[in-house]
């Protein structure tokens, strides 16, 4: 498609960005590890390109970010909601996230969000075996193993308004039970570390404002 033509248009005259691109299409989760070494900014948020959650909510989340390693959206937080998206996809979100709960530290509500605010030095040595959407869970799973802090933002999801989901869901299903196995055999056996997770050092989000450069990447 013409998206990297779309985002020069669209950005191109903008002070302080970057444009990072893979020569084959890797995945959603190997192009936000991609952005999260290209940027130069310890705040990295990472949002959906179909429009599914508002990214005005960055500007809610981003603050949270002071005493967390990550910030991720949640549409099944109790204060969350979901607009006009096939009850038989949130059947099997809500089901894959109770196995998540019970495998990792973290109970958190929803782990597959892209939509995300990460403290760049605090995920720079995750380390990924998917790269596509099965990474965006496994990047929450080994933050958790790591003692990172993560954090729920709850917000709203709606029916995506730009494009078509590429989601084969037998083949996720099987997906997410391997990745399900692995993180269970790693918390067990401690091999992405034991440490229970700790509140990171306070963020000053007001440097960057003040030095006049870019505080966070996108």
């Known amino acids: 498609d013409d998206t990297w033509e779309a985002l020069h248009r669209t950005f191109g005259d903008l002070p302080h960005r970057t444009f990072v691109r893979h020569g084959t299409n890797r995945g959603v989760a190997a192009g936000i590890a991609t952005g999260l070494h290209a940027a130069d900014t310890e705040i990295v948020c990472s949002i959906d390109c179909d ?13 949270l970010l002071d005493s967390a390693d ?18 038989w996809r949130l ?16 109970h958190l509500a929803t782990y597959t969000s ?7 030095s605090s995920s720079l040595d995750v380390k990924l075996e998917y790269g596509g959407f099965l ?19 709850p917000t709203t999801l709606e029916v995506r308004m730009i494009g078509r989901s590429k989601m ?5 299903i099987g997906g997410h039970l391997k990745l399900l196995a692995r993180l269970a055999w790693a918390r067990l056996t401690a091999q992405n570390g034991g440490t229970r ?21 996108v």
């Open 51 to 63: 429009c599914t959650y508002d990214p005005h909510e960055l500007g809610r989340m981003i603050p």
């Open 70 to 87: 990550v910030v991720t959206a949640s549409p099944y937080h109790p204060q969350g909601a979901v607009r006009n998206v096939p009850s």
């Open 91 to 106: 059947f099997l979100s809500r089901g894959l996230s109770g196995l998540y709960r019970l495998v990792l530290r973290h």
């Open 114 to 120: 892209c939509f995300r605010v990460y403290r760049r």
């Open 135 to 153: 990474g965006v869970a496994e990047f929450i799973g080994r933050m958790d193993l790591a003692g990172r802090r993560i954090v729920e933002f």
């Open 168 to 172: 084969k869901v037998v083949r996720t």
């Open 197 to 217: 997770p700790t509140t990171p050092a306070p963020l000053d989000l007001r440097a960057s404002a003040t030095s006049g450069t870019s505080p966070m990447s």
